[in-house]
């Protein structure tokens, strides 16, 4: 029996076990069998993440958890279409390579010391990562730090200076995407997730400015964090100075050549869709826009993307066409979906309240220890598993702790989908991991030395962080 196969039938196998163990008369067993098929399936990656996460659509009707209407609600939820504006902007970005020309802008200032070139190119993999996928940033930065690798090889006096600076560079690169997604609500996956089910749960909805404010300041230090811990800390380049980078990076922008009016033109739409996602709270004071929403701004942002003119060519062409979205990420779409039926399949057959007071019962009623000990659980746990899963189906628990001490709901669901993000131990953790291991450059352990340091401060900050000041913004 081949593995592809032993991973296919890992799902049904689980699922039959536990209504066996548990009985299948229990709405709360038939529930927690659902979970550990579509949880073993998307840990071990034994079919297309969005694949299994249609799952509930078969499932919940025929086992009477959720009926089919008011499951496949569940996909299209409003926070969907944010994401999905998101990710048209993205390609947008991508399809007139504005993206390449910011990475390569931000790391010719960077100089010519090797930590400056580290910190530059982290610097611009976190930027994009707030606007496009983790994946793609990660998957647009990675050949150019090869290319920065390749040529600077032999200029450095030791191997050991050498190999810590593709080491380095590297890892900053992956970890950069990973934090940068962290701060903005469409920057990466558990954030539009978490958005998604307090929507659903009746709470305040996230705004992308509060977001913003909130979650920059921690990203700035984590950013730093994690700079420093790889530099200074875990592999060192001791080397002060690299002649050539600039070169390189500038034959690399001449290539690009001049601003392109399509590059202008994607520039304006991202630049006045930021600006329309950060002053939605005042726009909404006005009463004929009182009810504009953050999705409905990136909708009209993708709507305006097919609509102007890219003013490049004889024959008029808009600045995306259909045939872009082929490269759009539909299996995240899915994905979203099932997590957030997931979630709500929980919810409705008291799952998450029995799991939240049994947890809760058996936790120290301190605020501060119950943030740190549910971060760690997220950090520790999104190693090995989807981090859209994780908080798909553990912010629903995350509320009914916090109510089990009379905290607000965000205290909890916060720290937990923050923390989700913050992987940087194994390849397999998230795909920007994956990625940059691919390069060659990484040993399994290497990631692993400087990725437990890394989750363990990241959970202290965090912790810290949300603690002092969440309730200032939520």
């Known amino acids: 029996m ?15 076990l536990i209504l066996l163990i548990g009985g299948s008369e229990s709405d709360q067993i038939r529930m927690l069998a659902i979970a550990g098929w579509m949880l073993s399936w998307w840990v071990t990656a034994a079919l ?27 996909y299209s939820n409003p926070v969907i279409y944010l994401f999905f504006g998101g990710f048209v902007l993205g390609l947008a970005i991508e399809k007139w390579n504005l993206h390449r ?7 010719r200032v960077s100089g010519e010391k090797p930590t400056r070139i580290i910190l530059g190119g982290m610097l611009a993999t976190s930027l994009l990562s707030m606007w496009i996928s983790n994946t793609a940033t990660t998957v647009m930065m990675l050949p150019i730090g090869m290319s920065v690798v390749l040529l600077l090889e032999d200029k450095f006096n030791d191997p050991e200076s ?34 998604g089910i307090v929507e659903e749960s009746g709470l305040e909805a996230l705004n992308f400015a509060n977001w913003l404010f909130f979650a920059f300041p921690l990203v700035v230090i984590l950013f730093t964090m994690v700079y420093f811990v790889n530099t200074k800390l875990v592999y060192p380049v001791k080397l002060k100075k690299l002649p050539g980078i600039t070169k390189l990076i500038s034959g690399e922008l001449s290539s690009l050549g001049s601003l392109k009016s399509g590059e202008k033109r994607v520039m304006i739409v991202m630049v006045c869709t930021a600006l329309l996602w950060i002053f939605r709270s005042q726009i909404t004071k006005i009463e004929m826009l009182s009810n504009v929403s953050d999705t409905g701004i990136a909708i009209a942002a993708s709507i305006a993307l097919f609509m102007i003119p890219s003013g490049v060519s004889q024959k008029p062409q808009p600045l995306l066409q259909w045939e ?5 990420p539909w299996d995240i779409l899915l994905l979203f979906g099932g997590g957030i039926s997931l979630a709500k399949g929980l919810e409705v057959t008291n799952v998450v309240g029995a799991l939240g ?40 628990v995350s509320f009914v ?17 923050i923390g989700a993000s913050c992987a940087f131990m194994f390849p397999i953790s998230t795909p920007p991991n994956a990625i940059v291991f691919s390069s060659g450059h990484i040993k399994m352990g290497e990631m692993a030395r400087s990725g437990v340091i890394l989750n363990i401060l ?3 900050i965090i912790t810290v962080y949300c603690y002092f000041f969440q309730d200032y913004f939520f």
């Open 48 to 74: 297309p993440i969005g694949v299994t996460a249609l799952l509930p659509i078969v499932l919940f009707p025929i086992l009477d958890i959720l009926s089919l209407r008011e499951t496949t609600i569940n």
């Open 357 to 396: 007071e049994w947890i809760s019962a058996n936790t120290i009623a301190a605020p501060l220890i119950i943030i740190l000990v549910v971060c760690g659980f997220a950090v520790f746990l999104t190693e090995i598993m989807s981090n859209v899963a994780l908080v798909a189906v553990f912010i629903p």
């Open 2 to 16: 081949n593995q592809s196969l032993l991973k296919i039938l890992s799902g049904p196998v689980i699922f039959l």
């Open 101 to 107: 020309r910011i990475a390569l802008n931000i790391m």
């Open 458 to 460: 990241s959970i202290l």
């Open 162 to 195: 050498s190999k810590n600076f593709a080491l380095t560079l590297m890892l900053g690169i992956a970890y950069a995407a990973n934090i940068g997604g962290i701060t903005t609500i469409i920057g990466t996956p558990p954030n539009l997730v978490l958005a």
């Open 324 to 328: 872009d979205m082929k490269r759009l």
């Open 401 to 417: 702790i916090a109510r089990f001490f009379g905290l607000d709901e965000l205290t909890l669901a916060i720290p937990l989908t």
